[in-house]
């Protein structure tokens, strides 16, 4: 899942807070710039927003329809000439970013800029040297708001080709952009057709793993009721 998708996530999961939704979105964003931050250091409702990615993301990746229509783009953008490991990133990142340019989670763009303005509030859980790319990071985020044209299949496209491009045996060369284009407004219906199911299903799964952490545990060598 990518940023909106999560902000929808923990808007539906969490407490509502800001806090919450910066956790929920600082993992992709730190991994998007080679940043690593301490969990430990973390303000209580960030690390709980952390919590919910982690647990969002383990759904999502695991969905059957998420699973099938990153298949089928992988097989449209291999049929279009794009290289067997551009093929399969293009599948796989390319659906979680036409995700957020749909309606079911595109709303979550305010709450997604209000997270990135919270960003000095988690700088004591980066190393010194890591504190000030954060900012930057938070700040030309802000700025350049690309992240709310995810339902322009060029941009996703332009997207996958800069994310991939760090990766050799990812990367699509600039030729294969129009290609990329094309596969993406051909996947676009499909995600937008199952949008609000699969989102759903996160949240149902997000919500069912808190409720088996806070079950309480039966003392071992107890009756288990059978």
Do not use: K
Not at 114 to 124: C, D, H, M, N
Request: glycine fraction near 12%.
């Amino acid at each position: 899942m990518n940023f909106l998708a999560h902000c929808i996530v923990a808007e539906r999961t969490g407490p509502g807070t800001v806090p919450y939704d910066l956790g929920a979105v600082l993992s992709d964003l730190c991994s998007m710039a080679g940043l690593r931050f301490a969990f430990d250091r973390l303000p209580g409702a960030v690390a709980a927003g952390v919590r919910c990615h982690r647990v969002a993301d383990r759904v999502f990746h695991a969905d059957p329809e998420f699973l099938a229509g990153a298949r089928a783009i992988r097989a449209g953008a291999s049929s279009a000439g794009l290289p067997p490991g551009a093929s399969r990133a293009v599948g796989h990142v390319g659906w979680e970013l036409l995700l957020d340019g749909t309606p079911a989670v595109a709303g979550a763009a305010g709450r997604f800029e209000a997270a990135l303005g919270e960003s000095a509030s988690v700088v004591p859980a980066f190393a010194p040297g890591d504190a000030q790319s954060w900012l930057r990071l938070a700040d030309r985020l802000a700025a350049d708001r690309f992240w709310t044209r995810y339902d322009d299949p060029e941009v996703v496209a332009r997207r996958l080709f800069g994310l991939l491009g760090r990766r050799p045996r990812l990367a699509f060369g600039r030729d294969a952009l129009g290609a990329a284009a094309s596969v993406m407004a051909a996947s676009r219906p499909m995600v937008l057709a199952g949008a609000d199911s699969v989102v759903e299903r996160v949240v149902q799964g997000v919500l069912a793993d808190r409720d088996r952490a806070r079950a309480p545990r039966l003392p071992s060598g107890s009756p288990s009721g059978r």
